[in-house]
């Protein structure tokens, strides 16, 4: 089952706003919202709409059963090949430098 901050983490992986997830899932923002901040729990039909919402834009869960919970973007065979073709295009990668 899907917790709050694993929705908030996917709608940040998706590019998707509370108000678009909204509209997608057919669900209101406010539930959303308090789900995220973990201040209420949808019902479990509700839960499933939102996770079946996000997976459909890409995103896949990590439930406690694979090693712990997470969620991440899901890329096929060819996606995968697109991103590494983007990768080499500019030459040798350096290290980020993250502040």
């Known amino acids: 089952m899907m917790t709050?901050?694993?929705?908030?983490?996917?709608?940040a992986l998706v590019d998707l706003t509370r108000e678009q997830l909204a509209t997608l899932s057919g669900l209101d923002k406010d539930t959303i919202t308090r789900f995220e901040?973990?201040?209420a729990q949808p019902s479990?039909?509700?839960l499933d709409t939102l996770e079946q919402a996000l997976e459909s834009?890409?995103?896949t869960f990590i439930h406690?059963?694979?090693?712990?919970?997470?969620?991440r973007l899901k890329f096929g065979a060819a996606e995968a090949r697109q991103v590494a073709t983007m990768e080499d295009e500019g030459g040798m990668a350096a290290d980020d430098k993250v502040l």
């Open 64 to 71: 406690e059963s694979d090693g712990g919970i997470g969620v």
């Open 37 to 39: 901040r973990q201040l």
């Open 4 to 11: 709050g901050p694993q929705c908030h983490a996917a709608r």
């Open 57 to 59: 834009l890409g995103a």
């Open 44 to 46: 479990p039909d509700q």
